[in-house]
């Protein structure tokens, strides 16, 4: 098996170190790189200068993309800043890779046809990279769901927080792509798992309201704060995000007839008012299980083993409902889902 990785970063060197953890010398691992960086990125987001990247995860480097994909890989994994998703994700399907695409699919959704057109052309595997959808306790909860535990629901938010310049302590915040427009970023595109986790829960709104924009001090040029309201779903769904205050916090809380439950994504645990559910902590749970079970997948969807769990229909479902979030911000009025 023969994987390229566009984009060495932070989130492209964890997908390869964990390819090469998972598959050792079975997976044959290409790298696009252009600024060529030598340190590597730990899993807890700490540069480690001491270590060079391409020497310790085994690649073969090309600065040029149609060169890459001339090597024939059998899959591209595309880690490059969201605005440079599309274009990548174009050309290799185009070649006939199958496609692992970070979220969000893009920062617009022109030339999203043309891609899921090529995709069904060439019969490609795509699977999105929202990897929160593989959390124990997010698992926990879609069947909590599924059984109707809570009874009818009234309630859902969903909550998300860090402070930007201590987000990828490994770089300068100011030049990320989540802080640059050009590049795709801000927090709603930045941190589209909190829709996607939305859409996927309690299924598709059909209006959403927002308020928010760049409020804080930080030097960026895009929002730091969203505050959405999704309405037609199963149940009113409030999303909060911010990129402008700490500590890191991200949360589910569900209120249903029969009591509450909140999710503690980043410690892996559940609590609950509820006298139908009870308390609920993954002890074992380490952040990197989420990324070891996307690569998995993505393999074993490549073998034919699996479906794909986040399909591109849902990354560009998701993509459509995070770009009327901005939408509604901007002009703040109700913006219709379409």
């Given at each position: 098996?023969?994987?390229?990785?566009?984009?060495?970063g932070?989130?492209?060197?964890?997908?390869?170190?964990n390819?090469?953890?998972?598959?050792?010398?079975?997976?044959?691992?290409?790298?696009?790189?252009?600024?060529?960086?030598?340190?590597?990125?730990?899993?807890?987001?700490?540069?480690?200068?001491?270590?060079?990247?391409?020497?310790?995860?085994?690649?073969?480097?090309?600065?040029?993309?149609?060169?890459?994909?001339?090597?024939?890989?059998?899959?591209?994994?595309?880690?490059?800043p969201?605005?440079q998703?599309?274009?990548?994700?174009?050309?290799?399907?185009?070649?006939g890779?199958?496609?692992?695409?970070?979220?969000?699919?893009?920062?617009?959704?022109d030339?999203?046809?043309?891609?899921?057109?090529?995709?069904?052309?060439?019969?490609?595997?795509?699977?999105?990279?929202?990897?929160?959808?593989?959390?124990?306790?997010?698992?926990?909860?879609?069947?909590l769901?599924?059984?109707?535990?809570?009874g009818?629901?009234?309630?859902?938010?969903?909550?998300?927080?860090?402070?930007?310049?201590?987000?990828?302590?490994?770089?300068?915040?100011?030049?990320?792509?989540?802080?640059?427009?050009?590049?795709?970023?801000?927090?709603?595109?930045?941190?589209?798992?909190?829709y996607?986790?939305?859409?996927w829960?309690?299924?598709?709104?059909?209006?959403?309201?927002?308020?928010?924009?760049?409020?804080?001090?930080?030097?960026?040029?895009?929002?730091?704060?969203?505050?959405?309201?999704?309405?037609?779903?199963?149940?009113?769904v409030?999303?909060?995000?911010s990129?402008?205050?700490?500590?890191?916090?991200?949360?589910?809380?569900?209120?249903?007839?029969?009591?509450?439950v909140?999710?503690?994504?980043?410690?892996?645990?559940?609590?609950?008012?509820?006298?139908?559910?009870?308390?609920?902590?993954?002890?074992?749970?380490?952040r990197?299980?989420?990324?070891?079970?996307?690569?998995?997948?993505f393999?074993?969807?490549?073998?034919?083993?699996?479906?794909?769990?986040?399909?591109?229909?849902?990354?560009?479902?998701?993509?459509?409902?995070?770009?009327?979030?901005?939408?509604?911000?901007?002009?703040?009025?109700?913006?219709?889902?379409?």
């Amino acid at each position: 098996m023969r994987i390229l990785i566009a984009g060495l970063g932070a989130i492209g060197q964890r997908h390869a170190r964990n390819l090469r953890a998972l598959y050792g010398g079975g997976v044959e691992l290409l790298a696009l790189r252009r600024r060529r960086l030598p340190y590597v990125v730990t899993d807890s987001l700490q540069r480690d200068e001491s270590r060079n990247v391409e020497a310790e995860l085994v690649v073969t480097v090309f600065d040029d993309l149609d060169e890459a994909l001339a090597a024939g890989p059998d899959g591209v994994f595309v880690c490059t800043p969201s605005s440079q998703h599309l274009e990548i994700a174009q050309r290799a399907a185009t070649a006939g890779c199958h496609l692992f695409i970070e979220k969000p699919v893009s920062h617009t959704l022109d030339g999203i046809d043309r891609l899921r057109e090529t995709v069904a052309a060439n019969g490609l595997v795509v699977l999105i990279g929202c990897q929160w959808r593989y959390h124990p306790c997010v698992r926990w909860l879609r069947e909590l769901l599924r059984a109707d535990t809570l009874g009818k629901l009234v309630r859902v938010e969903i909550e998300y927080s860090d402070y930007l310049p201590e987000w990828h302590p490994y770089e300068d915040y100011r030049t990320s792509y989540a802080a640059r427009a050009e590049l795709g970023g801000g927090v709603v595109l930045t941190q589209i798992h909190d829709y996607d986790l939305a859409w996927w829960l309690f299924g598709p709104p059909r209006t959403v309201t927002a308020s928010g924009g760049h409020l804080s001090a930080l030097d960026i040029d895009v929002e730091d704060t969203a505050h959405a309201q999704l309405e037609g779903g199963a149940v009113p769904v409030s999303v909060r995000q911010s990129f402008a205050s700490g500590p890191a916090r991200r949360s589910i809380t569900v209120a249903g007839e029969h009591g509450s439950v909140t999710v503690d994504l980043l410690a892996a645990r559940v609590t609950t008012d509820s006298p139908c559910v009870a308390a609920v902590a993954f002890a074992d749970y380490q952040r990197n299980d989420m990324f070891l079970d996307e690569a998995r997948h993505f393999l074993a969807c490549l073998a034919e083993e699996e479906k794909p769990a986040v399909p591109l229909e849902d990354g560009i479902a998701v993509l459509r409902l995070a770009l009327a979030v901005k939408v509604a911000m901007r002009t703040g009025h109700a913006v219709e889902v379409v």
